[in-house]
């Protein structure tokens, strides 16, 4: 069984539309994050989310926003999307904020 | 901030060559660490951790020690094998415990 899943793998989109990712994770953990992966391989934290806690890391644009449905899911929103979007976006959850984390396999976005 | 910085890369090594990849960081208190392993296309695995000073992480023939006086974690291996081309980040957990705090990446390419 997959222990966190993404939703699309691929994602191709034009400038100035909106689109969703969609991350699911069965561990049963209290926390999720997304990070964006960009083209050189760098790996930045955008949020992290428990049930109780939104921590939003303040060099992300408001055009992003999380959403948690329940306690397994952390979906990603983006409006208005930017050719800077361009990245591979990982979800990831843990069973509190300082044990290890466990990663999805990815989004690529592609912004054209 | 809390930060890390793990040697450039690309490593290139020849199957069965002992591998280094030095990682120091910078952070408030002892924070737990980890070396995480990005093979090509897929997404980010643990590799192993370390929670405390002089704690040792290993598996799959990997090794690092959390060095407290030197602020190191650098990540070791006896003999590399083709299998272990991969991208490889060191990260903390930063204090609050809302995020990990990757390196930049070492690529490694190990040739037959």
């Known amino acids: 069984d997959t222990a966190v899943s993404q939703t699309p793998k691929y994602l191709v989109t034009q400038m100035g539309n909106d689109k969703s990712i969609k991350c699911e994770q069965n561990?049963?953990?209290?926390?999720m994050y997304w990070y964006k992966q960009d083209s050189k391989k760098f790996l930045k934290i955008m949020f992290s989310?428990?049930?109780?806690?939104?921590?939003i890391n303040e060099t992300v644009p408001n055009r992003f926003s999380p959403k948690s449905p329940d306690k397994a899911h952390l979906n990603l929103h983006i409006n208005s999307l930017e050719l800077g979007d361009s990245a591979v976006y990982f979800c990831?959850?843990?069973?509190?904020?300082?044990?290890?984390?466990?990663f999805g396999p990815g989004t690529r976005l592609t912004v054209t | 901030g809390d930060s890390v910085t793990q040697m450039e890369g690309p490593v290139t090594l020849s199957e069965e060559a002992f591998l280094t990849i030095n990682c120091t960081y910078t952070a408030t208190g002892y924070p737990s660490l980890f070396w995480y392993v990005q093979y090509p296309g897929e997404g980010l695995q643990l590799l192993l951790k370390?929670?405390?000073?002089?704690d040792k992480g290993s598996n799959k023939g990997f090794e690092a020690t959390y060095r407290k006086e030197t602020t190191s974690f650098h990540l070791e291996k006896g003999s590399v094998q083709v299998s272990d081309s991969a991208v490889y980040f060191c990260?903390?957990?930063?204090?609050?415990?809302?995020?990990?705090?990757f390196g930049k990446g070492t690529t490694l390419s190990v040739s037959s």
């Open positions: 990831a959850s843990s069973t509190s904020g300082h044990d290890q984390q466990y």
């Open positions: 990260a903390l957990i930063n204090q609050a415990g809302t995020a990990l705090i």
């Open positions: 561990l049963g953990h209290d926390t």
């Open positions: 370390a929670t405390k000073a002089d």
């Open positions: 989310y428990n049930n109780k806690e939104l921590i």
